[in-house]
Nanobody
């Protein structure tokens, strides 16, 4: 089992920056893929970015060039540095993880067996 806890959310003005962190605990060596997702009010959850143990990262087009996902293995965290924030980035952000041996489809969240409770990011004008 893996436990995930998000932190770093809050209110920020448009154009500003915010750093989210996801602390992982438990059977962390079983983790193969991790990702950040978000769900805006009235909308479906969407993938923001993923990180895999091979070091590859992927981003949804709307955040490319603005967000950076990284894994701090010393701290066992998955971080999301968000810059040039826009009002449309307002959402609850979730951290998720998939273990080795699990088929995962990041775009849908399929195979992401572990989820944090989410943290709210509000971008004001």
């Amino acid at each position: 089992q893996v436990q995930l806890v998000e932190s770093g959310g809050g209110v920020v003005q448009a154009g500003g920056s915010l750093r989210l962190s996801c602390a992982a605990s438990g059977d962390i060596f079983s983790i193969n893929v991790m990702g950040w997702y978000r769900q805006a009010p009235g909308k479906q959850r969407e993938l923001v970015a993923t990180w895999s143990t091979g070091g590859s990262t992927n981003y949804v087009n709307s955040v490319k060039g603005r967000f950076t996902i990284s894994r701090d293995k010393a701290k066992d965290t998955l971080d999301l540095q968000m810059t040039s924030l826009k009002r449309e980035d307002t959402a609850v952000y979730y951290c998720a993880a998939s273990p080795f041996g699990r088929t995962v489809i990041p775009a849908t969240g399929y195979g992401m067996d572990y989820w944090g409770k989410g943290i709210l990011v509000t971008v004001s004008s």
